[in-house]
């Protein structure tokens, strides 16, 4: 009896592991008619959602997130401005003042809903200013389907972020974040962050909107424009279709994306072109003096979804737009709001590249990025660095396209108010703490990464962690295991470095003693995060030669890299301070000799990791 009771327990918890290890995503599908009402810049909303629950849990609750109701004073999104002062967002305040605490009553932002039905029948709510509980009438059992319809009212707040009404470019409406949306539920439970300015989370959706709005308007979308013949600004010789009030209906779908957005404006022109095995491209934006180099940002717009398609993968979207509204750039399902009155062409291309990178590393790699900031802002600022590198060469020749950040990161660190990067997004005490935590050492840990496992390796790792987990939510762990698979090296120990501290690179080269025939060199670590050391030497004879210190924690050691070929040393132990070595060069035949000629490493104190010889 014993035997078959222990079998069927070891069945029991293998088929319970598995349930709870199993990867899985919720559907979301949206149904919208929207009615504005565009010279008081509300409108009425109604929408039909059909939600599959495809995990392995019984949700009796559900939880929707109302963004707009953070517009106003007092919000918890002002509280934080005020209480941060000028180390906040600088977006949301004047002179370190909040400028939501100023926002007159009638333009403050609302999502008032009317009510909220499951199969017809009426659920209760509770709202919680940005998020709102709704308890079911009947709980949603696994890989089943539920369908709730809901009405409700909206203010068009002031712009004060990202969304709103009258930017400072004249862009009448920017409707992002703009509906009830369902927040998404995973391995983690529901994604229910309070609205405070920063990022966003939600379960891949399809889309039908139906947007009816005065006929002079012209709306820029992330989606397919089903009737462009029956609206402005998309055909050359529209029949514009009015109702009895003068308004013409905007019919958009759109197929597994994060959320729909749009904007609109009577003062848009619409451009299209076409890239080559990419998506076709639209410009929304008024077109004038000031916004003249949008012309110009087309063949670059052109090469950068090239390059994005080579480096990771294919864009697998029909469309993209760029559209002129929101401030500063941000992006959403297949389009980005951003402003546009550039003063530079590569500094309009590089919001497009960056915003437009987030539909590779967010919108399609869809991580939690209220969670992991600098998975989202770190990964795709990577790309943004590589391929405006490659866009817009430098003058002067640099080692690597990262020098840049890692110089940021470095200064930064000299300051003491450092944080680590695994904190919460809305969690950073400083807005200057978030962008280094998020965008510069979330870049750098690829840069890092590429330096210890070597580029040819990150550049697999990249393509085989986009083609697994595309139009999915992976999370570092998930990046981990294929980059660990990749390389063969264990590499746990530095995302725990990288990522959940602070703590920094610093080696030098602490001695040198020259013989006869020889140099030994002693290398010291007098930093806090161990690291495998690439040691250069240039010969008189101008010929560079590379040596590879491995570090034991990878177990496995670099084999190749892009910077040249090298010679494997003995593995320096993590737990010893100094390393020494010997290389077959005597004083006469050296130049110069370092740590690290490429750069890519972060090191804190740079400055003692080369020694000229004279």
């Known amino acids: 009896m014993k035997k078959p ?31 504005v009402d565009a010279a008081n810049f509300t409108y009425q909303g109604k929408q039909t959602i059909t939600y599959t629950n495809n995990s392995p849990d019984e949700l009796k609750v559900v939880y929707f997130n109302l963004y707009w109701n953070a517009f106003r004073p007092n919000s918890m999104m002002d509280q934080r401005v005020q209480s941060q002062g000028k180390n906040g967002d600088s977006r949301l305040q004047t002179n370190g003042v909040s400028r939501l605490a100023s926002i007159p009553k009638n333009e403050e932002g609302a999502q008032n809903i009317h009510w909220i039905k499951q199969n017809g029948k009426n659920l209760k709510f509770e709202i919680q200013e940005t998020i709102m509980k709704v308890e079911l009438d009947s709980p949603i059992k696994p890989n089943s389907s539920t369908v709730f319809t809901m009405e409700w009212d909206a203010v068009v707040p002031q712009q004060i972020r990202r969304s709103g009404r009258n930017n400072r470019e004249g862009i009448d409406m920017t409707m992002t974040q703009w509906y009830p949306k369902i927040a998404e539920y995973d391995y983690d439970g529901w994604a229910t962050f309070d609205y405070i300015g920063r990022e966003f989370h939600a379960p891949f959706s399809d889309f039908e909107v139906n947007i009816k709005i005065d006929k002079d308007y012209v709306i820029g979308a992330g989606g397919t424009l089903e009737n462009p013949t029956e609206v402005k600004g998309y055909d050359s010789n529209p029949t514009i279709k009015n109702d009895n009030k003068n308004k013409a209906t905007w019919k958009w779908t759109a197929k597994k994306i994060l959320d729909f957005a749009w904007a609109a404006d009577r003062d848009y022109t619409v451009d299209t072109f076409n890239i080559l095995d990419g998506p076709k491209v639209y410009y929304v934006y008024q077109k004038s003096e000031k916004t003249k180099l949008w012309e110009d940002s087309k063949p670059y717009v052109t090469k950068f979804f090239q390059l994005m398609n080579a480096h990771l993968g294919k864009y697998p979207y029909p469309s993209y737009s760029f559209i002129q509204g929101g401030d500063g750039g941000m992006e959403y399902g297949m389009c980005t709001m951003m402003l546009g009155e550039g003063r530079s062409l590569d500094g309009l291309v590089g919001l497009m590249v960056h915003e437009a990178g987030h539909s590779y590393n967010q919108q399609i790699l869809a991580y939690n990025e209220s969670v992991r900031p600098w998975m989202d802002e770190g990964f795709t600022s990577y790309y943004d660095d590589l391929i405006m590198h490659q866009l ?62 070597g580029e040819q390796n990150l550049s697999k790792t990249m393509k085989e962690f986009y083609n697994q987990w595309k139009m999915k939510h992976p999370t570092e762990r998930d990046f981990l295991h294929v980059a660990q698979k990749v390389s063969g090296m264990d590499l ?40 495998p050391i690439d040691f250069s030497v240039l010969t008189k004879d101008q010929k560079v030669v590379n040596y590879q210190i491995p570090l034991n924690m990878t177990r496995v050691w670099k084999s190749k890299d ?13 737990t010893q301070n100094t390393y020494s070595f010997t290389i077959p060069f005597n004083k006469p035949q050296i130049t110069a000799m370092g740590i690290d000629f490429s750069q890519r490493l972060a090191d804190v104190n740079p400055q003692d990791n080369f020694l000229e010889v004279k």
Not at 492 to 516: C, G, L, M, P, R
Not at 562 to 574: E, P, S, V
């Open 492 to 531: 746990k120990w530095f995302q725990h470095y990288w990522i959940n501290t602070t703590k920094t690179i610093d080696y030098a080269i602490k001695d040198v003693k020259y013989d006869k025939n020889s140099t030994t060199i002693t290398l010291e670590n007098k930093g806090t995060v161990p690291m």
């Open 5 to 35: 009771l222990i079998f069927t327990l070891i069945l029991t918890f293998t088929f319970s592991f598995a349930q709870l290890t199993q990867y899985y995503q919720q559907q979301a599908n949206y149904v919208m008619d929207i009615d």
């Open 562 to 574: 892009i910077y040249g070929d090298f010679k494997t040393l003995d593995f320096w132990k993590w």
């Open 392 to 453: 817009f060469p430098p003058k002067e020749p640099v080692a690597n396209p990262f020098i840049n950040s890692i110089r940021s990161y470095v200064n930064f660190t000299k300051t003491g108010k450092e944080e680590p990067a695994v904190w919460l997004a809305d969690h950073h005490d400083s807005g200057s703490a978030y962008s280094i935590a998020s965008y510069v050492k979330g870049e750098l840990f690829l840069v890092q990464l590429g330096y210890i496992m």
